[in-house]
């Protein structure tokens, strides 16, 4: 009987610890989330990095340089450049003003 109570109220910590660790996770979340709603530049800031870290898997980008990062709405508006041919709507097109690159 003794070693079965153990068991329980190992499991009970167990289950207490879990949900204790879940909700400040999901807390730390919602706080981060909030800081990037009422604060767009940050926001766009945070968008940017995620995307150039993502490219500069694929690619060489240059250094210490901030790029411009636009998204593309509407493909149709863009379809008489050769550089948009290939284009979608969504697509994101990182400029970097200084060396002249730009990246579809």
């Known amino acids: 009987m003794k070693k079965n109570n153990i068991v329980a109220w ?13 909700s400040y996770y999901f807390f730390n979340q919602y706080k981060k989330t909030q ?19 993502q490219v500069s898997k694929l690619m060489v980008l240059p250094a210490k340089e901030e790029p411009i990062v ?6 149709n508006k863009l379809k ?3 550089f948009f041919k ?6 994101k097109v990182i400029v970097y003003s200084v060396s002249n690159q730009v990246i579809l």
Do not use: R
């Open 10 to 22: 190992i499991g009970l910590i167990f289950v207490i610890v879990g949900l204790v660790g879940s």
């Open 35 to 53: 800081l990037l709603l009422n604060n767009p530049t940050l926001a766009a800031k945070e968008e940017t990095k995620k995307i150039t870290d």
């Open 70 to 75: 636009v998204t593309v709405l509407d493909k």
């Open 80 to 82: 008489d450049h050769d």
């Open 86 to 91: 290939k284009a979608e709507n969504g697509d």
